[in-house]
Nanobody
């Protein structure tokens, strides 16, 4: 059974940094496309970042240059390093695993999701 568990969220001031982690069990992060999405309060879930099994990455325009997606094969963990955080980054952040090796920007590209971790950025 595939399980994804996020951690690392919290309250941070604008301009600060956070690193989110997503511990994956039941599926190697090295052989599947992985992604991060977020759901701001009262809004729909939106794409943030994705990485293919080969290491290719793609980012949403809203976070490009401020976030980095990466993996640790030994820990089977996905990360999202976020810098220069803004109040509009406030959301529940979810990691997701794809059944395919390629990256994806749509929620429908993924078949397993974590429960999410709250990130709150104060002004």
């Amino acid at each position: 059974q595939v399980q994804l568990v996020e951690s690392g969220g919290g309250l941070v001031q604008a301009g600060g940094s956070l690193t989110l982690s997503c511990l994956v069990s039941g599926r190697p992060v090295s052989r599947h496309g992985m992604g991060w999405f977020r759901q701001p309060p009262g809004k729909e879930r939106e794409f943030i970042a994705t990485i293919s099994s080969g290491g290719s990455t793609t980012y949403a325009d809203s976070v490009k240059g401020r976030v980095t997606i990466s993996r640790d094969y030994a820990k089977n963990t996905l990360y999202l390093q976020m810098n220069s955080l803004k109040p509009e980054d406030t959301a529940v952040y979810h990691c997701a695993s794809s059944p395919h090796m390629t990256w994806g920007t749509r929620a429908s590209d993924y078949d397993y999701w974590g429960q999410g971790t709250q990130v709150t950025v104060s002004s």
